[in-house]
């Protein structure tokens, strides 16, 4: 760590002297190395194989026995409209897709619970579903055939990818089929000179950024679960992720899909081109619907050339207002280098040091920290490009610690507490997750007065008895999307009250979003009219009604 050793000192000695001491010698030189260092190391490559090993390793306790979202939630009514599966019906799916154990999990013939498990509970362990039946199809023909005759027979379906959704959308609620992508895990084609790759849905995403990374491309879309989900999945919950503000949104990227409706019709919209502008564009309609609308089988997507420095810096700070000040600086500096902009309080890195043990990459303890992340093609102009910025948010006090990754295991050491919140969230409890959009200056004011609000309620404290362990914050600072946790000993409907309707008032008193980039799924349904009007409701509703008239597709959920 000698950078750190140089950098953390200096940083230090500057924020209490307020004055520009810092030796712009040595904190030239050590950027330099870093900004080489992470180039000839490449690029990050940060989670899966960890990520995925503390999941299966580690039980969550979010519950004392994971409850059926039925028995937690009675209102929720199984719709009477639906068949329920009989011998018959498995007879006819097994027929369609072999007599092989890989392609079916039949729990109507006999008990098959423990394989059924991990279809019918969510990554939170907050949902738990009844489904009987999974089913893995590895064509659009077999995903077509099975969805007619669901659609026919009346035999609701939900779609599922990684099983990494965090809003309870990729489980069943009653007995409905689990259609899984697994199967359909084949790259059928990249174009080395535009970007353009073209797989089935079933791809792992970080599968998919390995493929690209022996091209010298990137996807587009990093998240910490990358290990697990699915390009399917990502493109179903539109999801956001580490590098939005660099790379946008996937409804900017992906070009093109295949989709299969409930009655089997399959739509080939799996067009290569950026510029399309011939009538309504069709493909937008499935990214973000979650399952809802048909079954997206086959992505194509622009991936951009994979940068050749990636540099990594990790700040301590003494407010929300100097984390502001910082990304305008960054804004301003770093431009169109600057590829992350993270935010995490000091309440969330706790969480992950409890969890983990690891030790913090500051001395001191701060109320805020921010992750900035730098990826461009020249190395000597990143770096100085950062050298200035560091400079200059040093000399302004406006950063009160900092530390700089400088090589690749340092670089995923820094990213990992910050992709390594949620994970360690869910290993401590029950976490009431709330995903929101809301202007920057009041984003984190959010946080505080939920805070204020469940303390006041007397739910929250150190002791065994108290329902709520930590209220935190983190999230994507760089696009105005915070991640506001309130994380319980167990989830507590007392708990569950206290927070909502609050936090979707506060949310709709400032014209936020209540679902940035996790979506609605059956957590959020019930409250969408607090970010969008009763018209644009009737309208989504409409759409789900052409493309999905018997409601097969993932009930009970969205809108
Ligand atoms: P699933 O969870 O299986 O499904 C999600 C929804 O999509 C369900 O409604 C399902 O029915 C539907 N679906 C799945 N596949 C298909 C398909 N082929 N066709 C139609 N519908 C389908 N999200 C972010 O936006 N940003 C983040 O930074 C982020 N970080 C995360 C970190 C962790 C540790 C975890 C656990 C989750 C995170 N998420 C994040 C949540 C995110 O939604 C998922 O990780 C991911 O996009 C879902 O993909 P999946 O394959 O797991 O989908
Ligand atoms: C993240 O940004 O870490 C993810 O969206 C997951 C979460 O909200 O915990
Ligand atoms: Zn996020």
């Excluded at 040595?26 to 989670?47: D, T």
């Excluded at 790259?187 to 849905?201: H, M, N, P």
């Excluded at 100085?384 to 995923?412: C, H, I, P, W, Y």
Aim: proline share 4%; aromatic share 8%; glycine share 10%.
């Amino acid at each position: 760590m000698a950078c750190r050793q140089q950098i953390t000192p200096a940083l230090r000695r500057l924020a209490r002297s307020g004055t520009s001491e810092l030796s712009r010698k040595s904190a030239r030189s050590c950027a330099q190395s870093i900004a080489r260092a992470g180039a000839s190391n490449g690029s990050r490559c940060f989670s899966s194989s960890q990520q995925r090993r503390l999941q299966q390793t580690t039980p969550r306790h979010g519950q004392a026995k994971d409850e059926f979202t039925s028995t937690k939630y009675p209102e929720i009514k199984r719709d009477d409209r639906f068949s329920r599966l009989t011998p018959d019906h498995v007879a006819y799916f097994r027929d369609l897709l072999g007599d092989n154990g890989s392609a079916l999990i039949d729990g109507v013939n006999g008990a098959a619970d423990d394989d059924l498990a991990p279809f019918n509970s969510d990554w939170m362990r907050k949902y738990r579903g009844h489904c009987q039946l999974v089913l893995k199809p590895s064509t659009t023909e077999e995903f077509s055939k099975i969805l007619r005759y669901c659609n026919e027979h009346m035999l609701a379906v939900v779609p599922q990818g990684g099983n990494t959704g965090l809003v309870g959308g990729s489980v069943p609620v009653f007995d409905e089929i689990v259609l899984s992508m697994s199967r359909m895990s084949r790259i059928l084609d990249f174009d080395e000179v535009s970007g353009t790759l073209v797989a089935e849905a079933g791809v792992i995403l970080e599968v998919a950024d390995q493929f690209l990374a022996s091209k010298g491309y990137i996807f587009p879309l990093d998240l910490g679960a990358k290990g697990s989900c699915q390009l399917g999945g990502n493109l179903a919950t539109n999801a956001g992720g580490l590098r939005l503000l660099r790379y946008g949104s996937l409804h900017g990227t992906v070009l093109g899909i295949e989709a299969v409706l409930p009655d089997g019709t399959v739509v080939d919209d799996l067009s290569r081109l950026r510029k399309n502008n011939t009538g309504y564009d069709l493909k937008q309609l499935f990214i973000g619907a979650e399952g809802t609308l048909g079954v997206i089988t086959k992505v194509s997507i622009q991936c951009p050339q994979r940068p050749a420095a990636q540099n990594v810096a990790f700040f301590g700070l003494e407010s929300y207002e100097q984390c502001q000040k910082a990304f305008r600086e960054a804004k301003g500096q770093l431009s169109e280098i600057l590829s992350a902009f993270e935010l995490m309080d000091e309440g969330s890195q706790a969480l992950v040091h409890r969890v983990t043990g690891n030790k913090r990459p500051l001395e001191s303890t701060y109320p805020f920290y921010c992750l900035i992340e730098t990826s461009g093609s020249n190395v000597d102009h990143d770096s100085e490009k950062l050298q200035n910025f560091l400079e200059s948010v040093m000399e302004q006090g406006v950063v009160a610690d900092g530390t700089l990754a400088q090589d690749e295991t340092q670089l995923r050491s820094l990213w990992s507490w910050r992709e390594g919140i949620t994970e360690a969230l869910g290993h401590l409890g029950g976490v009431y997750k709330y995903d929101v959009s809301i202007p920057l200056p009041q984003m984190y004011q959010l946080v505080e007065d939920t805070r204020a609000r469940v303390a006041e309620a007397g739910l929250l404290g150190d002791s065994e008895s108290d329902p709520v362990r930590a209220v935190v914050g983190y999230g994507h600072m760089g696009d105005s999307n915070l991640h506001l946790n309130v994380a319980t000993r167990a989830f507590d409907e007392r708990v569950e009250k206290v927070l909502e309707p609050f936090v979707y008032e506060w949310i709709a008193e400032r014209q936020g979003s209540i679902s940035a980039e996790h979506g609605l799924g059956l957590a959020k349904k019930k409250f969408i009219g607090y970010s969008r009007s009763p018209i644009m409701v009737g309208l989504m509703k409409q759409i789900k009604g052409l493309y999905d008239p018997k409601g097969i597709m993932n009930p009970y959920k969205y809108i």
